[in-house]
């Protein structure tokens, strides 16, 4: 029986369903057709809708189709207020509608006026779920929604507990809203109010024109309350069935542009979340968010391919929810045996016969079905969906359907056998209609990330921004393009299951990664297991955050194609094992420091301080730009620490300049080498610190006719330092030294200008070169602050 009055009840809905109505300065008696108001923000295309209410000599409300003219995109680019003229297709009755844009630079300041039904008696956790709460959840974070519900008020002023006597009323005016909706009338319907209704149509129009006179001209709309099913706390239908065309009234004769919500008729068939039959619960509370959300931003689009949870048209039993992480995309919760959602005008000229749908379901034999233009229409596909075990974890389910053509409405129909209608079987987040399993996975929020993932899906493309509210694993090799998008990790990380057994090939391009976990927006555990980590490519990519990959595993390697910028605040850049930077690739990388430690100081590549091969490669014609931060005190602020080799290749660019040593090493098992090749531009540049531009555990230094080589550490006492005996060869080309004295000695071109032995920087060591006078002439390494080939 349950079934059959759900589906009597969206019979009624479609009849007459989101009734807008606006208004005009026609007389009553020839009936009137209010203004229709729209809102939206900047850039945020939006249409009128293609039907309109109308009311009667009596205020009883029907509904019109209406043609409008033609709307210039160009409005949708900028704040203003812009009027659209239409016409009745029955009568040819003159319509006016108003589009409202807003700035998207603040949310629009929305307050819900009304009474214990807006407050959200009888909603299950009410600061989540009341109406103003899920309408807020529907428009997004463009908008602010504010509650200002306040229980057993009236819209008379003579009433037993009148609404603008309430701190709330007071609040809602110096909140200076952009929109106001009032749903009132409810309580009025008591015998004792009832007495005094006379007085109800002059009281709303007081009360309209009170929030119309604020300084921000807010939009107003007037809700008619829901059914009452049964009479409780005196609150009867039968009086409320002649308040609702005093409503309307009211609308009129405040002789501005007044839109109606009917919220009335959107309820008639929801008995059953109204447990005390004046009160709806928490998916009552969805159905009138829902009915709202609607009429104030107008028609829905056509839709195809994916689209996200937030482009659903109607449901029954779903609630509006977002995570209370930083995440706010919208998803659909509580979905339970027998509820639905609906889509509205989806064109399946596109459809490839299946469907992918994101969701969590914690039970196992949850079947959905898709049947179109109605929960009992043609059922066009079914699927058992995959049990993810909770409902905070998400799978991708793909829907196989049959041959669809046309524009339909598609009904959603989700059921458990034996289940009580209390049981959370599913939530829902995005749908594909057009899903081509050959093409990329197209991602819209975090949770279809999770799905994908969990759903083995490895070629995936973002869709939207997307903000991470819990770890997320990798399981087999994975290509994620951003899509120009912005992957932030905020405080958790894309991390690899290793007990897949296997290393897995990663690649991410196209966009932009932000984070603050401390492990790094990517992540792998420190490990000698050649099975685990990733290796990883990004290219194009811009990071904004603490540490953007930790995967320093043996042998694992990390790479950089195209144009990075990676930026970090208090950590690396990177903290791997090996790292390449491709062939012609730009790699820019600073940290802002903070600390002196390795891995979460100044340092802007970190590879650890074990003595296995760490290898960071510069392939020829690329190009390297590393700023260490300056704000801690310590040796943690380098450009490059931990390697055991650097290769700088033919014709490629390394530069890193900053106020502490750049280069530095330890606990390698023996010397790390810098080698620098033919035609290649290294240049290190530090300005404060105490040992000059190294400071290591023992470097060789091997440049090959460089064509740009610069080592410079002004006014300090030791030129390089180190631990462990060091050398420093340069062959071919002019070499020019700076003493710290700012005089300079230069010499002719030479063979080879080799220093070896040197230690703790004072130690000149031995000096081999082709040219006597250098020989002669050179002194200790403690009284130089440059050495270069450059004049």
Same mark, same amino acid.
């Given at each position: 029986?349950?079934?059959?009055?759900?589906?009597?009840?969206?019979?009624?809905?479609?009849?007459?369903?989101?009734?807008?109505?606006?208004?005009?300065?026609?007389?009553?008696?020839?009936?009137?057709?209010?203004?229709?108001?729209?809102?939206?923000?900047?850039?945020?295309?939006?249409?009128?809708?293609?039907?309109?209410?109308?009311?009667?000599?009596?205020?009883?409300?029907?509904?019109?189709?209406?043609?409008?003219?033609?709307?210039?995109?160009?409005?949708?680019?900028?704040?203003?207020?812009?009027?659209?003229?239409?016409?009745?297709?029955?009568?040819?009755?003159?319509?006016?509608?108003?589009?409202?844009?807003?700035?998207?630079?603040?949310?629009?300041?929305?307050?819900?006026?009304?009474?214990? $039904? !807006?407050? &959200?008696?009888?909603?299950?956790?009410?600061?989540?779920?009341?109406?103003?709460?899920?309408?807020?959840?529907?428009?997004?974070?463009?908008?602010?929604? !504010?509650?200002?519900?306040?229980?057993?008020?009236?819209?008379?002023?003579?009433?037993?507990?009148?609404?603008?006597?309430?701190?709330?009323?007071?609040?809602?005016?110096?909140?200076?809203?952009?929109?106001?909706? $009032?749903?009132?009338?409810?309580?009025?319907?008591?015998?004792?109010?009832?007495?005094?209704?006379?007085?109800?149509?002059?009281?709303?129009?007081?009360?309209?024109?009170?929030?119309?006179?604020?300084?921000?001209?807010?939009?107003?709309?007037?809700?008619?309350?829901?059914?009452?099913?049964?009479?409780?706390?005196?609150?009867?239908?039968?009086?409320?069935?002649?308040?609702?065309?005093?409503?309307?009234?009211?609308?009129?004769?405040?002789?501005?542009?007044?839109?109606?919500?009917?919220?009335?008729?959107?309820?008639?068939?929801?008995?059953?979340?109204?447990?005390?039959?004046?009160?709806?619960?928490?998916?009552?509370?969805?159905?009138?968010?829902?009915?709202?959300?609607?009429?104030?931003?107008?028609?829905?689009?056509?839709?195809?391919?994916?689209?996200?949870?937030?482009?659903?048209?109607?449901?029954?039993?779903?609630?509006?929810?977002?995570?209370?992480?930083?995440?706010?995309?919208?998803?659909?919760?509580? $979905?339970?045996?027998?509820?639905?959602?609906?889509?509205?005008?989806?064109?399946?000229?596109?459809?490839?016969? %299946?469907?992918?749908?994101?969701?969590?379901?914690?039970?196992?034999? +949850?079947?959905?079905?898709?049947?179109?233009?109605?929960?009992?229409?043609?059922?066009?596909?079914?699927?058992?969906?995959?049990?993810?075990?909770?409902?905070?974890?998400?799978?991708?389910?793909?829907?196989?359907?049959?041959?669809?053509? &046309?524009?339909?409405?598609?009904?959603?129909?989700?059921?458990?056998?034996?289940?009580?209608?209390?049981?959370?079987?599913?939530?829902?987040?995005?749908?594909?209609?057009?899903?081509?399993?050959?093409?990329?996975?197209?991602?819209?929020?975090?949770?279809?990330?999770?799905?994908?993932?969990?759903?083995?899906?490895?070629?995936?493309?973002?869709?939207?921004?997307?903000?991470?509210?819990?770890?997320?694993?990798?399981?087999?090799?994975?290509?994620?393009?951003?899509?120009?998008? !912005?992957?932030?990790?905020?405080?958790?990380?894309?991390?690899?299951?290793?007990?897949? *057994?296997?290393?897995?090939?990663?690649?991410?391009?196209? *966009?932009?990664?932000?984070?603050?976990?401390?492990?790094?927006?990517?992540?792998?555990?420190?490990?000698?297991?050649?099975?685990?980590?990733?290796?990883?490519?990004?290219?194009?990519?811009?990071?904004?955050?603490?540490?953007?990959?930790?995967?320093?595993?043996? %042998?694992?390697?990390?790479?950089?194609?195209?144009?990075?910028?990676?930026?970090?605040? +208090?950590?690396?850049?990177?903290?791997?094992?090996?790292?390449?930077?491709?062939? &012609?690739?730009?790699?820019?990388?600073?940290?802002?420091?903070? *600390?002196?430690?390795?891995?979460? &100081?100044?340092?802007?590549?970190?590879?650890? $301080?074990?003595?296995?091969?760490?290898?960071?490669?510069?392939?020829?014609?690329?190009?390297?730009?590393?700023?260490?931060?300056?704000?801690?005190?310590?040796?943690?602020?380098?450009?490059?620490?931990?390697?055991?080799?650097?290769?700088?290749?033919?014709?490629?660019?390394?530069?890193?300049? *900053?106020?502490?040593?750049?280069?530095?090493?330890?606990?390698?098992?023996?010397?790390?080498?810098?080698?620098?090749?033919?035609?290649?531009?290294?240049?290190?540049?530090?300005?404060?610190?105490?040992?000059?531009?190294?400071?290591?555990?023992?470097?060789?230094?091997?440049?090959?006719?460089?064509?740009?080589?610069?080592?410079?550490?002004?006014?300090?006492?030791?030129?390089?330092?180190?631990?462990?005996?060091?050398?420093?060869?340069?062959?071919?080309?002019?070499?020019?030294?700076?003493?710290?004295?700012?005089?300079?000695?230069?010499?002719?071109?030479?063979?080879?200008?080799?220093?070896?032995?040197?230690?703790?920087?004072?130690?000149?060591?031995?000096?081999?070169?082709?040219?006597?006078?250098?020989?002669? +002439?050179?002194?200790?390494?403690?009284?130089?602050?440059?050495?270069?080939?450059?004049?």
């Amino acid at each position: 029986m349950k079934k059959i009055q759900i589906y009597s009840w969206m019979t009624c809905l479609i009849i007459a369903i989101f009734v807008i109505l606006p208004l005009s300065t026609k007389a009553a008696e020839n009936g009137f057709i209010p203004t229709v108001n729209i809102v939206t923000t900047t850039g945020n295309v939006v249409g009128l809708p293609s039907e309109v209410g109308q009311a009667d000599s009596a205020y009883k409300l029907t509904k019109a189709k209406v043609r409008w003219d033609a709307v210039d995109p160009a409005i949708f680019n900028g704040v203003g207020e812009h009027v659209i003229h239409g016409t009745t297709e029955n009568g040819q009755r003159a319509v006016k509608g108003v589009i409202h844009v807003f700035a998207n630079t603040k949310p629009v300041n929305v307050a819900a006026i009304g009474d214990s $039904i !807006t407050y &959200g008696m009888n909603v299950e956790n009410w600061a989540y779920n009341a109406y103003p709460k899920q309408l807020n959840n529907r428009l997004g974070t463009n908008y602010n929604v !504010t509650n200002y519900g306040n229980s057993g008020k009236t819209l008379l002023e003579s009433g037993n507990d009148p609404y603008i006597r309430t701190t709330q009323y007071t609040q809602s005016l110096a909140s200076n809203p952009n929109v106001v909706i $009032i749903q009132l009338g409810t309580n009025d319907s008591k015998p004792a109010n009832f007495a005094k209704i006379d007085s109800f149509v002059s009281d709303y129009v007081k009360l309209i024109n009170k929030y119309q006179t604020l300084a921000t001209k807010p939009v107003v709309y007037v809700a008619l309350p829901p059914v009452v099913f049964n009479t409780a706390y005196t609150i009867n239908q039968a009086n409320m069935d002649k308040i609702l065309p005093k409503i309307v009234e009211a609308a009129e004769k405040a002789n501005v542009d007044v839109s109606i919500i009917d919220n009335q008729t959107a309820t008639v068939g929801a008995k059953e979340f109204v447990p005390d039959n004046v009160h709806p619960n928490g998916k009552g509370a969805a159905i009138l968010a829902n009915n709202v959300y609607h009429t104030i931003t107008g028609e829905q689009p056509e839709l195809s391919g994916k689209v996200a949870a937030n482009a659903y048209n109607t449901s029954y039993g779903a609630i509006n929810a977002i995570p209370t992480t930083a995440d706010k995309t919208l998803f659909l919760s509580n $979905i339970s045996t027998q509820n639905w959602v609906s889509y509205k005008n989806v064109n399946f000229d596109k459809s490839l016969g %299946n469907l992918q749908m994101s969701a969590a379901v914690p039970y196992n034999a +949850t079947t959905v079905e898709v049947r179109l233009d109605s929960p009992t229409g043609t059922t066009i596909g079914t699927k058992a969906l995959k049990q993810t075990g909770n409902v905070n974890t998400w799978a991708l389910n793909t829907i196989p359907t049959t041959d669809v053509t &046309g524009t339909h409405d598609v009904y959603f129909v989700f059921s458990r056998p034996s289940t009580a209608a209390s049981i959370e079987l599913a939530r829902l987040g995005s749908i594909d209609f057009s899903y081509d399993a050959t093409k990329p996975t197209e991602i819209m929020s975090a949770q279809d990330l999770e799905a994908a993932l969990a759903s083995g899906l490895t070629n995936l493309k973002l869709m939207n921004n997307i903000t991470f509210t819990k770890n997320l694993q990798l399981s087999d090799d994975t290509k994620l393009n951003l899509n120009g998008f !912005t992957m932030d990790t905020a405080n958790y990380y894309l991390s690899k299951n290793d007990t897949v *057994g296997k290393r897995i090939q990663f690649d991410i391009f196209g *966009g932009n990664v932000a984070g603050k976990n401390a492990y790094g927006s990517i992540y792998s555990a420190t490990s000698e297991n050649s099975n685990y980590g990733m290796n990883i490519n990004a290219k194009d990519i811009t990071f904004n955050g603490t540490l953007f990959i930790r995967n320093n595993v043996l %042998n694992a390697i990390v790479t950089f194609d195209g144009h990075n910028v990676i930026k970090s605040t +208090t950590g690396s850049n990177v903290y791997v094992r090996n790292m390449t930077i491709k062939a &012609g690739a730009y790699y820019y990388g600073s940290t802002e420091g903070g *600390g002196s430690s390795n891995e979460s &100081g100044s340092t802007v590549i970190t590879m650890g $301080i074990g003595n296995t091969d760490k290898n960071f490669i510069v392939e020829p014609q690329a190009k390297i730009e590393l700023y260490p931060g300056s704000k801690g005190t310590g040796y943690g602020q380098n450009a490059i620490y931990g390697f055991s080799k650097i290769n700088i290749a033919d014709g490629a660019s390394f530069t890193a300049s *900053g106020a502490r040593p750049m280069i530095r090493t330890e606990y390698t098992a023996k010397n790390a080498r810098v080698e620098v090749a033919p035609n290649a531009v290294f240049d290190v540049r530090t300005t404060d610190a105490a040992e000059g531009f190294s400071f290591s555990y023992g470097i060789d230094y091997i440049f090959d006719h460089a064509m740009y080589l610069n080592l410079e550490s002004p006014t300090k006492t030791s030129f390089m330092y180190a631990h462990r005996s060091s050398s420093l060869s340069i062959y071919g080309g002019k070499v020019s030294v700076w003493t710290a004295a700012n005089s300079t000695q230069n010499w002719d071109s030479v063979d080879v200008f080799q220093l070896n032995n040197i230690l703790s920087g004072k130690n000149m060591g031995t000096l081999t070169t082709s040219s006597a006078e250098l020989k002669n +002439t050179f002194g200790t390494l403690a009284n130089y602050v440059r050495l270069t080939n450059q004049n």
